[in-house]
């Protein structure tokens, strides 16, 4: 019975975890300009030694400037 209990626990977290990624991701598309902002006014104030440093540290690596 405990090893069903945690099946289905566990089943019901990845869920939510999906379901968290996913709105993330839509709540990105519809704010990509805002993101493309930020990168902007963050690489102006700071200098990195490779062209896309920040965007790979930060997640961003979807943006190519």
Do not use: D, R
Request: charged share 10%; glycine share 8%.
């Amino acid at each position: 019975m405990l090893e069903y209990l945690f099946a289905w626990t566990g089943l019901f977290l990845g869920l939510c975890a999906s379901g968290l990624i996913l709105l993330s991701f839509f709540l990105y598309l519809a704010n990509k300009e805002n993101y493309k902002n930020l990168v902007f006014l963050f690489n102006k104030k700071h200098l990195f030694p490779a062209p896309n440093s920040f965007n790979h540290m930060m997640g961003f690596g979807v943006f190519v400037q």
